[in-house]
């Protein structure tokens, strides 16, 4: 018969119990920038997320309405066309 090391016993028991935790990890931000095409929610929750600012007013042009949103904290802004989808990328 074989003698088992009360320290590989722990060691274990101790695997055992810690594949059964319940701890849910916080979910990660998602780490992708802003590009040209993005609708509005993907921005959102892109890596920027809510912007800090946004100018509201739906400026109107011959392409048709435009919205920005402002981020300063990245030194930059992102318009939106008609579709909801970004038109532009500014420093």
């Known amino acids: 018969m074989r003698h088992i090391n009360v320290a590989t016993i722990a060691f274990v028991i101790f695997i055992s119990l810690s594949a059964c935790s319940t701890v849910e990890s916080a979910p990660r931000a998602p780490s992708y920038k802003p590009r040209i095409g993005m609708t509005m929610s ?16 739906k400026l109107t042009t011959r392409y048709g309405k ?26």
């Open 66 to 91: 435009t919205e920005c949103w402002f981020y300063p904290r990245y030194n930059r802004s992102l318009c939106f066309n008609d579709f909801d989808r970004v038109v532009t990328i500014s420093e």
């Open 42 to 57: 993907e921005v959102e929750n892109s890596g920027w997320g809510a912007p800090d600012e946004y100018n509201r007013t």
